[in-house]
């Protein structure tokens, strides 16, 4: 056996695979579009063809490796490897043994973790939060997900701690995805802010943000959409983002206020194209709800970048 170790990042709409070493040495990565029809078993089958060419490229075979860590959407069991409500996914409401039928196929050990957490602790082992004792890890994309460390020890509570995105920023606030009221989701998750923006262009406002969406060949409003919008002065884009920013900084700053972490790490599809240009924003907003505002957290964007989560899935490999 090597001493190598696979990541698989679980996406809706991309399976992100890597081959690295022991200490997070990138030797071999690939991807998948994640299906967007059949069953579980099927997205199974896309990430053991991920994974094996991931494998090829360094070259090792995928039973060489010392195991195989996977970041899941939905509930994802680490004891079991179960994973449940991956709603996202097709055919995902219910539960499917997900480590047991990759590493029936992939021949190795597999371990499943939350997607947000294993990312987290993947910047907390190897990127933004290298050398800290303590973060707090922010996932800025469809919705919004959290991931904490405490004294270097990751918190899971009882395996449903950390998601900051259903915070209360608002009573009786936007409609969350999550079908509750004033969310952070609600204002910053990308889906909501899709939402949001289709609301107001049925209402009469003026957006090229649906007109960026068909260029780009896109049918719905990607990070990239995002971008590409706010680059052309879009003034609803430049509006949605502000108020996405104001709603996390409030979130945030509550967090910290229970938390005290020496840093708040942000990511996601979101969080890693726009968590630099709006940083100096969400520092501001943040400051306005800080009850100890004299020893403010580090503020950090992502350092792994797209393999991020791929990465810090390969951590789950002791
Ligand atoms: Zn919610």
């Excluded at 094996?52 to 970041?71: C, S, T």
Aim: aromatic share 4%.
């Amino acid at each position: 056996m090597s001493d190598l170790r696979g990541g698989i990042d679980l996406g809706g709409t991309k399976i992100q695979t890597a081959v690295v070493e022991a200490d997070g040495t990138l030797r071999g990565e690939a991807r998948r579009e994640t299906p967007t029809e059949g069953e579980p078993a099927d997205v199974a089958k896309a990430m053991e063809d991920a994974l094996r060419e991931a494998a090829a490229a360094v070259p090792v075979k995928p039973e060489e490796l010392r195991g195989v860590g996977v970041g899941s959407p939905g509930d994802a069991d680490g004891k079991t490897g179960i994973v449940s409500g991956a709603r996202n996914l097709p055919g995902w409401e219910g539960s499917f043994p997900l480590g047991e039928a990759l590493s029936k196929a992939l021949g190795t050990e597999v371990r499943i973790g939350n997607d947000v957490q294993v990312a987290v602790e993947g910047e907390y082992a190897l990127g933004a939060g290298k050398g800290l004792n303590s973060l707090l890890g922010v996932w800025w994309g469809t919705g919004v997900g959290g991931g904490i460390v405490l004294d270097g020890k990751p918190w899971l509570g009882r395996g449903a701690a950390a998601e900051i995105g259903h915070m209360v920023v608002k009573r009786n606030g936007a409609r969350c995805p999550c079908g509750r009221r004033g969310c952070m989701e609600a204002y910053a998750g990308r889906a909501a802010m899709e939402a949001k923006a289709r609301r107001d262009l049925a209402k009469g406002v003026e957006t090229d943000l649906f007109h960026v969406m068909k260029t780009r060949g896109k049918d719905r409003l990607t990070s990239s959409v995002w971008e590409h919008a706010l680059r052309e002065g879009d003034a609803l884009t430049e509006s949605l983002l502000r108020r996405a920013i104001r709603y996390l900084g409030t979130g945030i700053a509550s967090a910290q206020n229970l938390l005290d972490v020496e840093a708040v790490v942000i990511g996601g599809g979101l969080g890693g194209r726009f968590g630099d240009r709006f940083m100096e924003d969400l520092e501001g907003e943040m400051h306005k709800h800080l009850f100890v505002s004299d020893n403010p957290p580090q503020m950090k964007v992502a350092e792994l970048g797209d393999l991020g989560g791929a990465i810090g899935a390969s951590l789950l490999i002791s």
